[in-house]
């Protein structure tokens, strides 16, 4: 059997639902360590954009979009941190089910947000270095792929798994 949960409910671990909640929890705090770096390190870059000597001569659309990446970047940082807080809220009530199905959805807008702003960070770069025209396309190319790759991908997974084995498994079986 494998370490991921089966059909009946059961994880094919030897733990108790309180284990697991709490195996569950810390792998999402590792998820967010991970998103965390991804959104400082664009908002790093974005603000370190005005006080370029450039950033006088972008156009009220470059500055638009600019702003906009901000306010992703400052929001998405929220999202990621509020698991933290809401643990903080939570701790010693036994409330760790809550929690953790909690995290999981804010995690799930974490990510949402951290598509938005890697596809407005390039829309923002390409139109200042190519054109409105390269930013455009930049911007909605990346978004597609973001939603493909955050979305339509584990949806498709998920739609395996539902068929009880992975295509991998297929192929051993075979």
């Avoid at 770096?37 to 370190?48: N, R």
């Avoid at 809401?86 to 409330?95: D, G, T, W």
């Avoid at 009880?164 to 051993?172: D, G, N, V, Y």
Wanted: no cysteine.
């Amino acid at each position: 059997m494998s370490e991921v949960e089966d059909y009946t409910g059961r994880t094919g671990r030897n733990e108790t639902r309180e284990e697991q909640l709490d195996r569950n929890w810390a792998e999402l705090l590792q998820e967010l360590r991970v998103l965390q770096t991804g959104v400082q390190i664009l908002a790093g870059f974005l603000l370190t954009l005005p006080f370029q000597q450039r950033f006088e001569m972008l156009d009220d659309w470059e500055v638009g979009l600019y702003l906009v990446n901000v306010v992703i970047a400052a929001l998405t940082t929220a999202f990621i941190l509020l698991p933290v807080s809401v643990h903080r809220r939570l701790f010693r009530k036994r409330l760790k089910e809550m929690l953790v199905s909690s995290a999981d959805t804010i995690t799930k807008i974490a990510l949402a947000g951290i598509a938005l702003l890697s596809a407005g960070t390039a829309a923002l770069v390409f139109d200042v270095a190519a054109g409105r025209s390269a930013g455009v396309a930049a911007g909605g190319a990346l978004l597609g792929v973001m939603v493909v790759m955050l979305v339509f991908v584990p949806l498709r997974l998920n739609k395996l798994a539902s068929g009880r084995l992975l295509p991998t498994e297929k192929a051993k079986e075979e």
